[in-house]
């Protein structure tokens, strides 16, 4: 589902050039990306979704080498394969949280399921937030409309950028039992990128960055 | 879900920004399409009236002065002239036909005018009721003077010297009323036409006799036959009292001075609309730097570079199309409102509420500057960096 093979990136000419462990990931698996902070992980994370151009390397997603599709093919399978948490979540504020959860499928070009948003949103348990605005909701309901946000459009991976970093011991739990039993039930990889040394012990495949990786060219 | 309605969720969430871009354009747009509905009214009014006449003939003073008493019937005359010398004039070769007009009473304010049946011919002019004038003291009404004074078909009235006031009632004559006019747009409206016989037959009874040579009428309205009588009337009438006047150069005249006042307002109005375009640009802008993340979002969404160029554009030509409409609604709302402050002298019709071709120039320029004001924020739209936007707002 994911290969990552030697790659290198730098933000310029004359900035540090960092490379990254290989990463390979089956599908449906579910990996962490362990490193502090300064080490590249949303670096990799970028690189992983297209948003960044590695310098040298390859990666593969789903079958697709990135490198080969132009930018707006890149969006596309962006758009199509690729379900992101953020570490705060942030929302299109003037829609509601219904509407937000349209925003991948409008983007995609797809016709949005309202019954299935609803019923997400129900399992979720913010049901009854649908047409409320995200602002409205306390930070705990926000990031599970995050979750649901990524998951909506059913996409081959999930990418968690920090999802944990600002809970307590108890809300971390929570909510990395909803994103493992989401992307579980939606058939989808599970990538979460983290510094959070809480996460550790819990999965069995995780690559380390290590900020030595960076070296200056 | 489309790019439109989201472009309309976002205004929404800034009501008083777009309040203000919306107010500011339609108050620009609104002050320039009421001056040229206006000066399109007072165009249209002036033309009516002037309607193929070529010349007039009056006595000498103010050009100006002498079209404006005697084609528009709003100021004094000059004076009068003989008659026997006017007939020279109209039959003059280059001269293909001449209305006089004769005058000097009025009745409740309104003129009476002594003229010749070519006179409500010329304007056209249809009888709501009655016949038309024939003998002396017989009168038609104009439709206006009929609604004010509620003159009717057999109704009798005396005059008043002067044209205005009513103190010097002519309490010997009596009018008799024959025929109401329908309401034409033109000077007619206003006027109460009789035989110009009726006129001298006013004054003659006070005991001053007036020889025939010597007998006198205000104007004559001329029609060309050959374009020369524009240059050689006037030579034919130096050694006299009469000028001829070329009404459409002295209505010139008089619209390139109120040009000046009307130039000033649209100066002010295009000030106003630069600075909405202004504010849309900034309103636009304003909510790219606030929803930098939310574009970056969509990126990663799938969105492309074109839909947000095309979200932002959107927003703009809404804040524009919005804008330009209002202000053609304002501009017509404040005709209705001017009409009626000077309802007397000023008519408007429905059909002159339609949006004229320059409105639509003003309209579609006010959207096109709008879009522009908003692809600028549009194209940094487009050039946003995706990742770099989503790190710094982690």
């Known amino acids: 589902m994911i290969h990552c093979r030697s790659v290198e990136f730098h933000y310029n000419s004359e900035a540090p050039r960092m ?5 390979h990931c089956a599908e449906r698996d579910q990996l962490l990306l362990l490193g502090q902070s300064g080490s590249g992980k949303t670096t990799l994370l970028h690189l992983l979704c297209g948003m960044l151009q590695p310098a040298a390397g390859e990666i593969e997603i789903n079958g697709q080498i990135l490198r080969q599709l132009n930018e707006r093919e890149l969006d596309q399978f962006r758009g199509r394969n690729f379900g992101i948490v953020f570490q705060k979540s942030h929302f299109i504020q003037s829609l509601t949280v219904l509407e937000n959860l349209a925003m991948p499928a409008f983007l995609a070009g797809e016709k949005f399921d309202a019954a299935a948003g609803r019923a997400l949103l129900d399992q979720l348990g913010i049901g009854h937030k649908a047409t409320e605005r995200p602002r409205n909701l306390s930070i705990g309901e926000q990031q599970r409309v995050g979750i649901a946000r990524a998951l909506i459009h059913r996409p081959a991976i999930v ?8 809970l307590d011991d108890e809300s971390t739990e929570a909510v990395i039992s909803l994103l493992e039993a989401q992307a579980a039930e939606a058939g989808a990889t599970l990538v979460i990128v983290t510094h959070d040394q809480r996460l550790k012990d819990r999965y069995a495949r995780r690559v380390e960055l290590n900020p030595l990786a960076i070296r200056t060219a | 879900m489309n790019w439109l309605y989201i472009a309309w969720r976002n205004l929404g969430l800034k009501k008083l920004q777009t309040a203000l871009s919306l107010v500011l354009l339609a108050f620009g747009v609104g002050l320039v399409s009421l001056l040229m509905l206006t000066e399109k009214q007072l165009t249209d009014t002036f033309d009516r009236n ?8 009056g006595a000498k003073g103010s050009p100006l002065q002498l079209i404006l008493a005697n084609v528009y019937h709003v100021d004094a005359p000059t004076g009068n002239i003989r008659l026997a010398d006017a007939e020279k004039v109209m039959n003059h070769p280059y001269i293909a036909s001449g209305i006089p007009l004769a005058y000097g009473d009025n009745y409740r304010g309104f003129r009476i005018v002594g003229s010749t049946p070519d006179y409500t011919a010329h304007y056209g002019a249809e009888w709501a009721k009655g016949k038309p004038f024939e003998n002396a003291f017989e009168v038609v009404v104009g439709a206006r003077v009929a609604e004010t004074t509620g003159l009717q078909v057999g109704d009798e009235f005396f005059s008043a010297h002067g044209l205005q006031d009513e103190t010097d009632v002519h309490t010997d004559k009596t009018f008799y009323v024959v025929g109401v006019l329908e309401e034409s747009g033109s000077v007619l409206d206003q006027l109460l036409l009789c035989n110009i016989e009726t006129i001298w037959g006013v004054h003659e009874g006070h005991g001053e006799e007036v020889a025939l040579e010597d007998r006198e009428i205000t104007a004559v309205l001329l029609k060309k036959r050959n374009p020369l009588a524009v240059l050689t009337i006037p030579n034919t009438i130096r050694e006299t009292n ?25 100066a002010i109005a295009l000030l106003i609309m630069c600075i909405s375009f202004a504010s849309i640009f900034i309103s636009v802008y304003d909510n790219l730097l606030a929803r930098r993340y939310e574009l970056a979002l969509m990126r990663t969404m799938g969105g492309s570079r074109g839909g947000l160029f095309w979200l932002l554009l959107l927003e703009g030509g809404l804040l524009s199309v919005g804008g330009a409409a209002l202000g053609l609604i304002i501009s017509r709302l404040g005709l209705i409102a001017l009409a009626q402050l000077i309802e007397d002298k000023f008519r408007y019709d429905w059909n002159s509420l339609a949006v004229l071709p320059n409105e639509w120039v003003l309209a579609g320029m006010a959207i096109f500057v709008g879009l522009v004001a908003a692809a600028i924020p549009g194209i940094s739209a487009m050039k946003l960096d995706t990742s770099r936007t989503l790190s710094e707002s982690a």
Request: proline letters at 7%; hydrophobic letters at 45%.
């Open chain 1, 159 to 166: 990418l968690a950028d920090e999802p944990t970093s600002a």
């Open chain 2, 242 to 266: 009469m000028q001829v006047a070329l009404p459409s150069i002295e209505i010139n005249r008089l619209t390139q001075n109120f040009g000046i006042g009307m130039g000033t307002l649209r």
């Open chain 1, 19 to 23: 490379t990254f462990p290989d990463v």
């Open chain 2, 50 to 57: 002037i309607r193929d006449i070529d010349l007039v003939l």
